[in-house]
């Protein structure tokens, strides 16, 4: 599986993000995507998680009602939104595969993406 995070930056407090996670060589519909943050000296974490067929969606409590996940089946991608941002958001942002099922549990996922920095600050 080949796909790409892009779109992290630095944004102050309250500001928005829109994190992509692009696909190639094959189609989303049969992988649910999560979306996970690690931050220095933690453990990573799931933040969202949608089924391959879209239809079920996930979200850590943290990020409930900030963040919201979706996918563009056309342009085969996935998107984070992610809004009234926190410092303690601030860590590597990383999207993972794996069967239709969502999860936000990291070793349910074997394949994952590079990562792209999010750094929230004034």
């Known amino acids: 599986l080949q796909f790409a995070e892009s779109g992290g930056g630095l944004v102050q407090p309250g500001g928005s993000l829109r994190l992509s996670c692009a696909a190639s060589?094959?189609?989303?519909?049969?992988?649910?995507t999560g979306w996970f943050r690690q931050a220095p000296g933690k453990e990573r974490e799931g933040v969202a998680c949608?089924?391959?067929?879209?239809?079920?969606?996930d979200y850590a409590d943290s990020v409930k009602g900030r963040f919201t996940i979706s996918r563009d089946v056309a342009k085969n991608t996935v998107y984070l939104q992610m809004n009234s941002l926190k410092p303690e958001d601030t860590a590597v942002y990383y999207c993972?595969?794996?069967?239709?099922?969502?999860?936000?549990?990291?070793?349910?996922?074997?394949?994952w993406g590079q990562g792209t920095q999010v750094t929230v600050s004034s």
């Open positions: 993972a595969m794996r069967g239709a099922t969502c999860s936000l549990y990291y070793s349910d996922y074997l394949d």
């Open positions: 060589g094959f189609t989303l519909d049969y992988y649910a």
């Open positions: 949608i089924s391959g067929s879209g239809g079920r969606t």
